[in-house]
């Protein structure tokens, strides 16, 4: 295995366990097997570190949601809201451990939103990407003229971090909807309101 790969690995098991804001890059280093000098060469910081962990280690939304904004109109308007809502909600479910950590201390939180700019990445591009896909469906003709894509966007994604928030809150008298089950229902539910 590549150093590369063995510092992500490092990093993502790390960023699960202990969180985000208590890592180290030298601790990573360390896990890894490599100097942090080693580190420094492949990744430019933690921040890096952690964006590279979201891209590559983690079910991959951004991709899906390039390539739907690139073609619309190749699968129907609720296939893909369906396979967006699961793999976002795959996505936070395995963030959000991640990231919380950060929220605990307002200097690293307000550095990390400095460096995911500076990357040119963050927590909106997935909502912007979603809102451009359902806009190219709109202009399409497959998503009711004057619907707020903006708002469905908000809406879907909400409804995935949302679920990933409560993952770890057991309670309540039914056990947790399955992924599958949960991304068709919420598809319906957002194509509902903006569907032709």
């Given at each position: 295995?590549?150093?590369?790969?063995?510092?992500?690995?490092?990093?993502?098991?790390?960023?699960?366990?202990?969180?985000?804001?208590?890592?180290?890059t030298?601790?990573?280093?360390?896990?890894?097997?490599?100097?942090?000098a080693?580190?420094?060469?492949?990744?430019?910081?933690?921040?890096?570190?952690?964006?590279?962990?979201?891209?590559?280690?983690?079910?991959?939304?951004?991709?899906?949601?390039?390539?739907?904004?690139?073609?619309?109109?190749?699968?129907?308007?609720?296939?893909?809201?369906t396979?967006?809502?699961?793999?976002?909600?795959?996505?936070?479910?395995?963030?959000?451990?991640?990231?919380?950590?950060?929220?605990?201390?307002?200097?690293?939180l307000k550095?990390?939103?400095?460096?995911?700019?500076?990357?040119?990445?963050?927590?909106?591009?997935?909502?912007?990407?979603?809102?451009?896909?359902?806009?190219?469906?709109?202009e399409?003709?497959?998503?009711?003229?004057?619907?707020?894509?903006?708002?469905?966007?908000?809406?879907?994604?909400?409804?995935?971090?949302?679920?990933?928030?409560?993952?770890?809150?057991?309670?309540?008298?039914?056990?947790?909807?399955?992924?599958?089950?949960?991304?068709?229902?919420?598809?319906?539910?957002?194509?509902?309101?903006?569907?032709?």
């Amino acid at each position: 295995m590549s150093t590369r790969n063995r510092i992500l690995d490092a990093a993502e098991r790390l960023m699960r366990t202990i969180g985000l804001a208590r890592t180290t890059t030298k601790e990573i280093a360390r896990a890894a097997g490599c100097s942090e000098a080693a580190l420094y060469k492949h990744f430019s910081s933690k921040e890096e570190l952690f964006v590279r962990v979201l891209e590559e280690r983690l079910p991959r939304l951004g991709p899906l949601l390039e390539e739907m904004v690139a073609g619309p109109g190749e699968r129907s308007v609720e296939e893909n809201l369906t396979e967006i809502a699961r793999r976002a909600a795959l996505f936070y479910e395995s963030s959000f451990p991640i990231a919380a950590s950060l929220y605990a201390e307002p200097r690293l939180l307000k550095r990390h939103h400095a460096a995911l700019r500076e990357l040119g990445t963050g927590p909106r591009k997935p909502l912007l990407a979603l809102s451009a896909y359902l806009r190219a469906e709109r202009e399409a003709g497959r998503v009711r003229p004057g619907a707020d894509t903006d708002a469905a966007a908000a809406l879907l994604l909400g409804a995935c971090a949302q679920r990933a928030f409560l993952h770890d809150f057991p309670g309540g008298e039914r056990p947790e909807q399955p992924v599958e089950e949960f991304a068709a229902a919420l598809a319906r539910t957002v194509l509902a309101g903006i569907g032709v």
